[in-house]
């Protein structure tokens, strides 16, 4: 008798996965190598215990979509909260305007709060780190109904023999970032400047304001690199802050030196270019997560997993 339908990642792709196959009356259990469930939606404690989010900056939800009730209902119990519809846009001078868009949502607790909610029912194993999925299928040697690798595709190639990999996945470029906190004394930038898109600079891309959109006014950014920057640095992470708050400070025109600066390293932050298909499926192997349902963002992962579950489910 196989083991149950095994999730490999429990980002929130892995667990929207799990939990439509609970939903369809399939047993599954997720595995993932990190302390707790997340992934890239990445909250940390940092000094003084305050959560700054260090992943994903916030999160959108298309209108009238299955994935907008969730996050209505994520708003209705307090995890999350209506951030803003507008951000500034910076070039080389600093700030020279606004830009509206869409509602961005954040979450008081950090976004990582939000799939930690998603995931209170389904059986997740932390710190379970995977080596080897093959035909069969089976999860490092283990046979298993069907596995689901819910990750970024570069690491989902490390779990498959080479052949299975091209046919799943094929060859698609991801792009690293870094995410760089700095934290400061005090607040010294405008109260509405929720965040700001960069153009044109060659280490950051975008500035968001962590106190404002977590709700708490902490004098708190986190600055988001180029993806050249963060391939420089790959190796050596921490020594791109002093490039990363002189970018800042000449964006936002800041006197104010950080207290302090953190790193980090997100090697596989984003697909160069999502798939339009909802999820992969080949031979009782699935693939999930923002490389699917272009465009790459926390709503395509969810809605990639979701989907990719109700058909294992309905093939079960
Ligand atoms: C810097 C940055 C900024 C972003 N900003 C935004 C934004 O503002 N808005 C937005 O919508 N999206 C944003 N995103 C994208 C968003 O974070 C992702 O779309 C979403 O979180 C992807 O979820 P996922 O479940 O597909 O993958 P992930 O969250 O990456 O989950 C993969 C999981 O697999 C686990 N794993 C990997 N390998 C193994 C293994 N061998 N064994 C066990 N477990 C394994 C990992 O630990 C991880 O938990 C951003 C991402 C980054 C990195």
Redesign the pocket.
């Known amino acids: 008798m196989p083991s149950p339908v095994t999730v490999?990642?429990?980002?929130?792709?892995?667990i929207a996965c799990a939990r439509a196959l609970t939903a369809g009356g399939v047993a599954v259990r997720v595995?993932?190598?990190?302390l707790r469930p997340?992934?890239?939606?990445a909250s940390r404690s940092m000094r003084g215990g305050r959560v700054v989010d260090i992943?994903?900056?916030?999160?959108?939800a298309s209108a009238a979509s299955e994935f907008a009730g969730v996050v209505e209902g994520w708003v209705d119990r307090g995890l999350a909260r209506p951030w803003t519809d507008t951000f500034a846009v910076a070039g080389p001078g600093g700030i020279e305007r606004t830009t509206t868009g869409p509602v961005r949502y954040a979450a008081p607790g950090g976004l990582r709060s939000l799939v930690a909610d998603l995931a209170a029912e389904v059986d997740v194993r932390h710190e379970?780190?995977?080596e080897q999925v093959r035909s069969g299928p089976t999860v490092d040697g283990e046979p298993v109904r069907s596995a689901v690798l819910?990750?970024?595709d570069p690491?989902a190639r490390r779990?498959l023999d080479p052949s299975t990999a091209d046919r799943l996945l094929g060859d698609r470029p991801w792009e690293p970032?870094l995410?760089v906190v700095l934290a400061f004394d005090r607040r010294s930038w405008p109260a509405d400047l929720h965040g700001v898109f960069v153009h044109d600079d060659a280490a950051v891309a975008w500035v968001a304001d962590d106190g404002d959109r977590r709700g708490d006014g902490a004098p708190v950014l986190v600055a988001?690199t180029t993806p050249e920057l963060a391939r420089r640095h790959l190796d050596d992470p921490e020594a791109a802050a002093p490039a990363v708050t002189a970018a800042v400070s000449r964006v936002l025109g800041l006197d104010a030196v950080p207290a302090w600066t953190t790193v980090h390293r997100?090697t596989f932050?984003?697909p160069a270019d999502a798939r339009p298909e909802p999820y992969g499926l080949l031979d009782g192997i699935g693939a999930c997560?923002?490389g699917w349902a272009a465009p790459?963002?926390?709503?395509?992962?969810w809605t990639s997993g979701t989907a990719l579950g109700r058909a294992l489910a309905g093939s079960a």
Do not use: F
């Not at 490999?8 to 892995?14: D, H, M, R, S, Y």
């Not at 595995?31 to 990190?34: E, Q, T, V």
């Not at 997340?38 to 939606?41: D, I, K, P, T």
């Not at 992943?55 to 959108?60: D, F, I, K, N, Q």
């Open positions: 490999v990642g429990g980002g929130i792709a892995g595995l993932d190598r990190a997340g992934g890239r939606m992943g994903a900056s916030y999160l959108t379970h780190t995977v819910a990750m970024p690491q779990l970032a995410a988001h997100w932050a984003r997560g923002d790459s963002r926390v709503e395509a992962a």
